[in-house]
């Protein structure tokens, strides 16, 4: 099977696709990445030493670049299929990293409980997660129907 750009750009999912693109990168992405960037001890490297993330000076201001830009591509419609890939990776890092050590009530392998943390536990994961979890399922999303017709690949296929 070979995958050609124009599958890449091509989607037959609904306008309001559009509420979805929106949520995960003008609510979500875009403003995080800033954040990482911007605000780097506090979200950015040095949240990613306090958890355990090789590499946080390095990490840190890689992933605030990859959340930017993905997000940007992302509330634009421009190659989504492709931005939500590097997000989905993002995201599944986070939860591993941040919410497997709540459900576990200890640290995991190199990544470190938040010390800010008060209850551990499925249910506290569950509240701790709920964001994790929804963007990562809209990036999901993304890729597997495309940005929808109110999009720039909506307009190179349209």
Known sequence: MTIKWADIFHSDASGWTIVVRLSVGLAVFLPEGIQKLVFPDILG?????????????LMGP???????????????????????IPLIIIMIVALISTKLPILLGHDVWIFHL???I?????????????????????????????????????LRTG
């Open 118 to 154: 008060n209850r551990t536990g499925f249910w506290s994961m569950m509240h701790e997660a709920r964001a994790d979890l929804t963007m990562l399922l809209g990036c999901i999303y993304l890729a597997m129907v495309g940005a929808g017709p109110w999009s720039i690949d909506g």
């Open 114 to 116: 938040a010390s800010d």
């Open 45 to 57: 490297a040095g949240r990613f030493a306090r958890i355990g993330i090789p590499l946080p000076d």
């Open 62 to 84: 890689f992933v605030g670049v990859v959340e930017t830009v993905c997000g940007l591509l992302i509330i634009i419609g421009l190659f989504t299929r492709l931005a939500a």
